[in-house]
């Protein structure tokens, strides 16, 4: 009879921390993240001169499949060349960023195969993933340890339109933001 109690007692603790994974974070814990995304959002640079931006865009999200503190900002240039070259720029905070982020070990496992897409490159000190795809070209950093990833996603857009943004946002200061 024991055995059965046992058995009911760990289904019933397993079902409530299922319970608990679906429903996510409390009303509090979610506003702390809206809060935190807001935060981020203040890190964006300003636009460069002939450039243009997007409203701060923030969300935060707790589903089974995808939590993530996200703010974000598109940048686009007046048509030069027939092409509106647009670079977007996001700060993704979220919880256990580090342990869900693929391209995390990819600045010192060159040998990986999923990391041979990318080339690292030191630019002001900072080493920054490169993805070169078709139009797209894509920048990634990681602050605090991986905590936090930074994304330079452009399109139409060339290493001199996305490196000048780079230097523009206060690495340092990320780290304290919780």
């Not at 046992?6 to 019933?12: F, W």
């Not at 092409?83 to 391209?103: F, H, L, M």
Request: hydrophobic content about 45%.
């Amino acid at each position: 009879m024991t055995m059965m109690r046992a058995s009911a007692a760990l289904a019933a603790a397993v079902m409530a921390m299922t319970v608990a994974m679906i429903a996510g974070p409390a009303a509090a814990d979610m506003a702390a993240w809206k809060k935190t995304a807001a935060t981020f959002g203040t890190y964006l640079p300003k636009p460069m001169a002939g450039w243009k931006t997007t409203k701060l865009i923030t969300s935060v999200s707790n589903s089974a499949f995808q939590k993530h503190i996200l703010a974000r900002r598109v940048y686009r240039t007046i048509k030069s060349e027939g092409v509106d070259t647009q670079i977007n720029i996001a700060i993704d905070g979220s919880p256990g960023w580090k342990k869900k982020s693929w391209t995390f070990p990819c600045y010192t496992d060159r040998a990986s195969k999923k990391c041979a897409k990318f080339a690292v490159k030191t630019i002001g000190g900072r080493k920054y993933l490169v993805e070169k795809r078709a139009e797209n070209l894509n920048y990634r950093t990681h602050v605090d340890g991986g905590r936090i990833a930074i994304l330079f996603a452009g399109k139409w857009a060339k290493a001199e339109h996305i490196e000048p943004y780079l230097g523009r946002i206060d690495y340092g200061k990320l780290k304290g933001v919780r």
